[in-house]
């Protein structure tokens, strides 16, 4: 009896450890510096450099309620430790993030970061964060964002 507990125990215990998924920790998925790029005639941001790509249409209409002429903007991606896509454009009030999904890019946070809309946008990777910087308007602090929101500065 003692024998057969025993076996059924360490066989449960393998199909157990055996279920567990594999982990490669720790990773780094951030991009050391943003991506500014322009949408082609049919909306898609193409980075070759990191084989990304995606159809930029829904973005432009949810913030800008436009999606005819995305050619006439940029947009600046950048991408933090945790795999989180950070995109904003000129004259956007907000900041997207964006987390990887099934053949799709799936929108997990908006973040409002002007009233007005930005002037010139421009992302830097600090660490574990993304700082987001309103070029021309100098006197306006940084921002310090996470996929959770704003960490540090106001919004303008």
Not at 128 to 151: M, T
């Amino acid at each position: 009896m003692k024998t057969t507990f025993c076996f059924i125990f360490c066989t449960l215990a393998f199909i157990i450890e055996g279920c567990t998924s594999l982990k490669l920790r720790p990773a780094d998925f951030s991009w050391p510096i943003e991506i500014v790029s322009a949408p082609d005639s049919s909306g898609t941001i193409q980075v070759t450099r990191y084989k990304v790509a995606f159809n930029s249409k829904p973005l432009f209409f949810e913030e800008l309620q436009d999606s005819i002429h995305v050619t006439q903007y940029t947009l600046h991606i950048v991408r933090d430790q945790n795999g989180y896509y950070f995109i904003t454009a000129k004259d956007f009030k907000n900041v997207y993030v964006f987390v990887q999904g099934e053949g799709a890019l799936k929108l997990e946070k908006k973040i409002q970061v002007s009233e007005k809309g930005l002037d010139a946008p421009a992302f830097n990777q600090k660490g574990l964060f993304i700082q987001l910087v309103n070029e021309q308007k100098e006197n306006e602090p940084s921002i310090l964002l996470s996929n959770d929101g704003i960490l540090e500065g106001e919004k303008k």
